[in-house]
T-cell receptor
Framework: GQSLEQPSEVTAVEGAIVQINCTYQTSGFYGLSWYQQHDGGAPTFLSYNALDGLEETGRFSSFLSRSDSYGYLLLQELQMKDSASYFCAVRGTGGFKTIFGAGTRLFVKA | DARVTQTPRHKVTEMGQEVTMRCQPILGHNTVFWYRQTMMQGLELLAYFRNRAPLDDSGMPKDRFSAEMPDATLATLKIQPSEPRDSAVYFC?????????????FGPGTRLLVL
């Protein structure tokens, strides 16, 4: 089967760094994506890792270890506007079918 | 500013009525996805198309749901008859080629309430 696990909630202070982990189990693997979703909004693409290592985009970085079936999203210099849900997603087997994790709700406190 | 558009943004209907949701993917994108999001089930893939052809609709209740792409600029999701358990936010997303496997652009969603 295919599954993704990520923490349900994370709380951090404004200006801090937070890491959201994601472990996955798939019969085939092509890459790990991250999406951000604010309350009442639509998921917004953040990053995609197909190869091992760290990808950096501004304050956000994403890491992948295919051998460990593990990845994380790193948010630096947290801002209040970063309070949102963050989803990891993998492409499942067969075509472009995408499986999303249940999401991690990030609370940023002043 | 290229965006995925969806109509209607909100829909309230009574059980048994037909509901049609429409999506216009980003111009040039050849892969279109339909998702349903609820608190209990999270984001579920209902169906997706590539070059207007349906590739997988295994996530969709076949007896009442149908999805089509009449042309490259329009995707539709229809529920007939609707039931209260169909109440959810329905998102359309689009992507380009192989990039769509990891990079999808979501529309604003249709918030459906079936009474």
């Amino acid at each position: 089967g295919q599954s993704l696990e990520q923490p349900s909630e994370v709380t951090a202070v404004e200006g801090a760094i937070v890491q959201i982990n994601c472990t996955y189990q798939t019969s085939g693997f092509y890459g790990l994506s991250w999406y951000q979703q604010h309350d009442g909004g639509a998921p917004t693409f953040l990053s995609y890792n197909a190869l091992d290592g760290l990808e950096e985009t501004g304050r956000f970085s994403s890491f992948l270890s295919r051998s460990d079936s593990y990845g994380y999203l790193l948010l630096q210099e947290l801002q209040m506007k970063d309070s949102a849900s963050y989803f990891c997603a993998v492409r499942g087997t067969g075509g472009f079918k995408t499986i999303f994790g249940a999401g991690t709700r990030l609370f940023v406190k002043a | 500013d290229a965006r995925v558009t969806q109509t209607p943004r909100h829909k309230v209907t009574e059980m048994g009525q037909e509901v049609t949701m429409r999506c216009q993917p980003i111009l040039g994108h050849n892969t279109v996805f339909w998702y349903r999001q609820t608190m209990m089930q999270g984001l579920e893939l209902l169906a997706y198309f590539r070059n207007r052809a349906p590739l997988d609709d295994s996530g969709m209740p076949k007896d009442r749901f149908s999805a089509e792409m009449p042309d490259a600029t329009l995707a539709t999701l229809k529920i007939q008859p609707s039931e209260p358990r169909d109440s959810a936010v329905y998102f359309c997303a689009s992507g380009l080629g192989r990039q769509a496997e990891g990079t999808q652009y979501f529309g604003p969603g249709t918030r459906l309430l079936v009474l």
